[in-house]
């Protein structure tokens, strides 16, 4: 960076920043504990009632990709700040999206340590000095305001096409090239980087981190922040120093920018290395304490899993009794503002959502089907079986190969021009966050699609090259369909998860002032042992959530069911599933994807239940579990009659006509599906009447039940015990209805005239 620091930022300005840094910490610690024992208490009722959290999809997931992967690597010029100079350098990014220099591909290969190693979040990729000088004026807050014209570049570029890596609080990173491909290829690479580097962490379900940005929301609140935070990126160590910096900044500013001499450029290299250096000594204390508050919280929850795990329903019925009681002072303030001030803005803010998002999930769609009709073309042309492997394998790495990809990223980034009104009404102004996060999603289901391609096409490569080309239009075809499917299901949650981040904020604000002075009486309705794990304030904000979900749900079922942007109802039959075999000509209609949709909050149950003594309720009738997913069509599970009739294996006359209600399964009973009735007189009856069946055969089929696949049904035990009770009934039946045949009863007629003679 050049300019040196030491006589700026000595020992003593050192340990005022540790103090600084050690204050804010302190201050941090209780909202931490709080929501540290709230998110325990959470995770171990998600595991007693085996809640599940994967969202519904046909397309198959990629189980796990081996962080040490190599995603891009290239040679390239990379200013070394160490040598003042430029160096050749090995430049790769790992599937962990970390950004690694070495030396030369060979220290590479020979494991030595990369050089620099750079975890990019919160970072800005240039492509002209223009651009990156504009930028670091924008964080160097210059006390005499004195422009200079012509100035020379902080640094100095040895090619024309140059990438510059801006980093807050930490060092910039420069890179050249000689061409314009290379340059684009490496910025995308990085764009990549950033994108996963700012919000991946956040996408982890562990206690620790969901208690860790519960608190940060909160402590920020405290403050009077509301709303998205621009900050909120990386890693728990990363977002509390941020905290701390946003603190820190200005006053370092105050003391240390007027002693600063010499040209603009000197200043700004002095300026930055000052606090690249602050942030260091912020880091590394927030390191240390933060690790101590969690082991810390982790011990405490530990001991208190036994009580937990033993007081389960009534610690859910005393946060309901008080969720009860709270609702009096919140839901009416709540729905007034959400229908006067935020309801009337859905819809628009919907419609400037769903055109550059669903533009974006189209150009997936549209990338996939060229790239495999390209495959398809060149093996046609060739016929070689290693050409099309080698073409699976650059589709398998298609959505990591991040200059294909920019087209499709591209269509969403005109949202950060779209929504700047919403800056005045809703305050809302973290449009990057917004983008990133969907561009992440479109990498993801980029992944299932050629994921799911591969996996279905795999068992399809013998025959001829006629053969083989005919297998993978008919599975390109089937996933586009998936696709399809799963693309509205996510552009649905996408826009839900939108709608609620761009207007909660206002509605926080405004009832803050009202409500959440309030608060505090309402403690007396926790039993005492219970209060570690339910807080008031938590569910003071499920209320808030709830009650505005319920107007962002009407408005993105409404645009479902007018079918815009080819989005589908909830409720579809699709006729695909991902893990069907390739050979099967038909999938079952009703079939459906066996787990969930994912719940951003679980409902609060309306409860008031007696309270006696102190306040605290009875025990309630807990609510029963939630029954296994049905199938929705009967003929999923019976096989539809045969034509044509097969010879008894027991010696049965297939033309015997068997009553089909005495030997109808109680699908009820099994809880695998609705409960199949003979009535005709249904006019609305969705699925076909199963007939009365005619042989053995029909009738053995019909005992068979065929439902969907589901790992995660803990009674398929019990329903295969009841499958095999009622299947010694029929038998039974069977038995009785061959003895009583005519020929069996003439033969027992004219053995007992013999017996009589």
Request: glycine share 4%; with cysteine; proline share 6%.
């Amino acid at each position: 960076m050049g300019g040196s620091s030491s006589s700026l930022l000595d020992e003593n300005k050192c340990n005022y920043i540790r103090g600084r840094a050690e204050a804010e910490l302190k201050n941090f610690s209780p909202h931490y504990r709080r929501q540290y024992a709230v998110a325990f208490f959470r995770q171990l009722h998600d595991e007693v009632e085996q809640h599940r959290t994967v969202q519904t999809q046909l397309l198959k997931h990629r189980q796990h990709t081996e962080p040490g992967k190599v995603l891009y690597e290239e040679v390239v010029t990379h200013y070394s700040a160490e040598l003042k100079k430029w160096k050749e350098r090995y430049v790769l990014v790992r599937a962990d999206y970390s950004l690694e220099s070495h030396e030369n591909y060979d220290t590479f290969l020979n494991g030595a340590s990369p050089k620099v190693r750079l975890l990019p979040a919160g970072g800005a990729v240039l492509t002209s000095e223009d651009q990156y000088t504009a930028l670091a004026d924008r964080f160097f807050p210059d006390p005499s305001g004195v422009s200079e014209e012509s100035a020379p570049p902080m640094v100095s570029m040895p090619d024309q096409f140059p990438v510059y890596l801006w980093q807050p609080y930490q060092k910039h990173s420069y890179f050249c090239f000689h061409g314009a491909d290379s340059q684009k290829s490496f910025a995308a690479a990085l764009g990549d980087c950033i994108r996963h580097q700012n919000h991946d962490y956040q996408k982890k379900t562990k206690c620790e981190v969901r208690a860790f940005l519960e608190a940060v929301q909160f402590y920020r609140q405290e403050k009077g922040h509301y709303g998205s935070w621009e900050m909120l990126i990386g890693k728990d160590v990363q977002v509390l120093s941020n905290l701390v910096m946003e603190e820190l900044l200005p006053s370092l500013q105050t003391e240390l920018l007027p002693k600063m001499k010499g040209k603009k450029n000197d200043r700004k290299r002095a300026w930055f290395a000052i606090v690249e250096d602050a942030y260091n000594v912020v880091k590394s204390q927030v390191s240390t304490g933060l690790a101590a508050l969690e082991e810390e919280c982790r011990a405490a929850t530990k001991q208190q899993e036994g009580l937990i795990r033993s007081d389960m329903d009534q610690i859910i019925n005393s946060k309901n009794f008080l969720a009860g009681k709270l609702k009096a002072t919140v839901s009416q303030p709540a729905v007034k503002f959400c229908m006067e001030n935020v309801q009337p803005y859905l819809s628009s803010i919907l419609e400037e959502l769903m055109g550059p998002i669903s533009s974006g999930f189209s150009e997936i769609r549209f990338l996939f089907e060229t790239e495999v009709n390209k495959m398809s073309k060149d093996y046609q042309e060739s016929s070689s079986i290693d050409k099309l492997k080698k073409g699976l394998a650059e589709l398998g790495d298609l959505p990591f190969t991040s200059l294909k990809m920019q087209p499709c990223y591209r269509k969403v980034d005109v949202l950060c021009e779209q929504l700047q009104e919403l800056r005045n009404r809703f305050k809302f102004s973290n449009t990057d966050r917004l983008v990133q996060i969907t561009q992440n999603y479109m990498q993801q289901i980029m992944d299932n699609v050629v994921h799911t391609f591969e996996q279905l096409l795999s068992n399809s490569l013998r025959g001829g090259p006629s053969q083989i080309c005919s297998a993978i239009e008919k599975v390109k075809q089937r996933v586009l369909k998936q696709y399809d499917y799963d693309s509205s299901t996510l552009r649905k949650k996408l826009f839900q998860e939108a709608l609620v981040e761009i207007t909660m904020p206002t509605m926080q604000k405004s009832l803050a002032p009202s409500c959440k002075p309030e608060l505090q009486r309402f403690e007396q309705y926790i039993f005492a042992d219970y209060t570690n794990f339910i807080q008031v304030e938590n569910v003071y904000e499920e209320m808030i959530l709830q009650t505005l979900l319920s107007e962002v749900d009407k408005v993105v079922k409404d645009a479902a069911n007018m079918k815009k942007h080819n989005l589908f109802v909830d409720s579809i039959d699709f006729p695909c599933e991902s893990q069907s075999s390739l050979t099967d000509s038909k999938t079952l209609p009703g079939s459906i994807p066996a787990s969930p949709t994912k719940h951003m909050v679980p409902p609060i149950e309306d409860a008031n239940p007696q309270a006696q003594g102190n306040g605290v309720p009875e025990s309630q009738d807990q609510p029963s579990k939630p029954e296994p997913a049905l199938p929705e069509s009967p003929e999923s599970i019976v096989p539809a009659k045969n034509d044509q009739q097969e010879p008894s294996a027991v010696g049965i006359d297939p033309g015997i006509t068997i009553n089909a209600e005495s030997l109808t399964v109680n699908m009820a009973s099994l809880d695998i599906a609705n409960e199949v009735k003979e009535e005709k007189t249904q006019e609305n009856a969705v699925h076909k009447e199963i007939q009365a069946p005619d042989n053995l055969k029909e009738i053995r089929d019909l005992i068979t039940v065929v439902r969907p696949e589901d790992p995660g049904d803990r009674e398929l035990d019990s329903h295969v015990e009841l499958l095999e009770q009622e299947e010694s009934i029929l038998k039974e039946e069977l038995r009785t209805l061959e003895s009583d045949r005519p020929e069996n009863n003439e033969a027992g007629e004219e053995s007992g005239m013999a017996s009589e003679k």
